[in-house]
T-cell receptor
Framework: AQRVTQPEKLLSVFKGAPVELKCNYSYSGSPELFWYVQYSRQRLQLLLRHISRESIKGFTADLNKGETSFHLKKPFAQEEDSAMYYCALRGYGGATNKLIFGTGTLLAVQP | DAGITQSPRHKVTETGTPVTLRCHQTENHRYMYWYRQDPGHGLRLIHYSYGVKDTDKGEVSDGYSVSRSKTEDFLLTLESATSSQTSVYFC??????????FGQGTRLTVV
């Protein structure tokens, strides 16, 4: 079964501090992992995906298959990073392409 | 933004009435998804579609049905609305190997 776990509902940090949003997954096959961000009153948008290995807005995430984790990191938080962050998993390959999300972590960056 | 439109954007309905939400896309994407977003639960998959007339249940499908008679439209029906179905509903679309693109959401209130 597919499962995504985000253990923190809220993460509050000060501007300039490092950020790490945790994501663990459960999937028997080869998954594809994503991070999505939702700013206040806006639609969800992709932040990054593990296969592209890009750094977006200073955020990075590395897929650790041994620990089944895909934590999101940023070395220096900015106030504009305040948003809801969702980790998502899609079973790679197959016809159904089921995409599930974690419960989300609200990041609050204090001035 | 991807060509994806949800209607209506807001709806208030009475308990026991049927409600249909529409997701319309102009991108010819094969996969379409319906999620509900609730505080503390994140995004939960209700139903998804992997082609015309091909649909499957997600995590929270009880009380919901879907139909996809053509590529561009994916309808979500609440057969008999209950207060527990008060939520924000999001539609998403994707191709086989792309990220999912989200609609703006429908805020549904069942009174």
């Amino acid at each position: 079964a597919q499962r995504v776990t985000q253990p923190e509902k809220l993460l509050s940090v000060f501007k300039g501090a490092p950020v790490e949003l945790k994501c663990n997954y459960s999937y028997s096959g080869s998954p594809e992992l994503f991070w999505y961000v939702q700013y206040s009153r806006q639609r969800l948008q992709l932040l990054l995906r593990h296969i592209s290995r890009e750094s977006i807005k200073g955020f990075t995430a590395d897929l650790n298959k041994g620990e089944t984790s895909f934590h999101l990191k940023k070395p220096f938080a900015q106030e504009e990073d305040s948003a809801m962050y969702y980790c998502a998993l899609r079973g790679y390959g197959g016809a159904t392409n089921k995409l599930i999300f974690g419960t989300g972590t609200l990041l609050a960056v204090q001035p | 933004d991807a060509g994806i439109t949800q209607s209506p954007r807001h709806k208030v309905t009475e308990t026991g009435t049927p409600v249909t939400l529409r997701c319309h896309q102009t991108e010819n994407h094969r996969y379409m998804y319906w999620y509900r977003q609730d505080p503390g639960h994140g995004l939960r998959l209700i139903h998804y579609s992997y082609g015309v007339k091909d649909t499957d249940k997600g995590e929270v499908s009880d009380g919901y049905s879907v139909s996809r008679s053509k590529t561009e439209d994916f309808l979500l029906t609440l057969e008999s609305a209950t207060s527990s179905q008060t939520s924000v509903y999001f539609c998403a679309i994707s191709l086989e190997d792309t990220e999912a693109f989200f609609g703006q959401g429908t805020r549904l209130t069942v009174v």
